[in-house]
C-alpha cells in the first residue's frame, strides 16, 4: 500500500508540474531529480504546492510585484559547495510556516543579465537549541551566521547535493555584480 500512495503521488506531482518537456529549459528542470527519494505522499503533496505557488516567479517582476522584493542579504551567495544565488524576501511570510509560502525566492544571475529562479528558502525565527522546525519531512538546519533555522528547496534547479542541501554546485554566481563568498551557510 505504501508503495501505491508513493507512486500515486509522484504520479500527482509530475502532473502538476507537467510531464512534457526535456528539462533543459529554465522553467522545466529535470523532473525525476526534483522528486524527493523516498517521499511519503504529504511531501509530495507540499513539493507540488511550494512548485504550483512558486511557478509564475520565473519572471522575477512577477516575484517582485507579488512581494519577493527585498534583496537580503544582499549579493550572490557561493562558498566552495557550490552557490544559492541571489535571495528575494518576501516580509509578510516570515513567522510562518506555509509549503506554498517561502520566505525567500533564489535567482541565478545569467550571462545576459536575466534572473534564473533557482529555488526557494524557508526561515524560521528561534534560538540553536530550540527543536527545530519541519517542512517537508526535513528539519531546519541552524545558521548561526544569520541566527535563523533555514531549510532550503531546489525546485527549480536539480542539485546532484539533494534536493534541500544548502548549496547547489550547479548554480554559480558567475555573472552577478556583487558575490559574498562564505565557508558555509
Known sequence: MRGMTVLLAGIILLTACGSTGTG?????????????????AQENKDLAALRSATE????????????????????????????????????????TL????????????????????????????????????????????????FGIWALHVWAWRENPSGLYANWNPKVSCQYATNVVAMAHH
Open 56 to 95: 509564475k516567479f520565473h519572471k522575477i517582476e512577477v516575484a517582485a510585484q507579488a512581494g519577493w522584493n527585498e534583496q537580503v542579504p544582499p549579493g550572490c551567495f557561493t562558498s566552495p559547495d557550490g552557490s544559492m544565488g541571489y535571495h528575494f524576501r518576501n516580509l509578510a511570510n516570515v513567522g
Open 24 to 40: 533543459t529549459d529554465a522553467a522545466s528542470p529535470n523532473r525525476a531529480a526534483l522528486l524527493a527519494k523516498g517521499a511519503d
Open 98 to 145: 506555509d509549503p506554498s509560502a517561502p520566505q525567500f525566492v533564489m535567482y541565478e544571475p545569467q550571462k545576459d543579465g536575466s534572473m534564473r529562479l533557482v529555488g526557494v528558502e524557508f526561515i524560521a525565527l528561534g534560538a540553536p537549541t530550540d527543536t527545530p522546525p519541519v517542512l517537508f519531512g526535513q528539519n531546519f538546519q541552524w545558521n548561526s551566521t
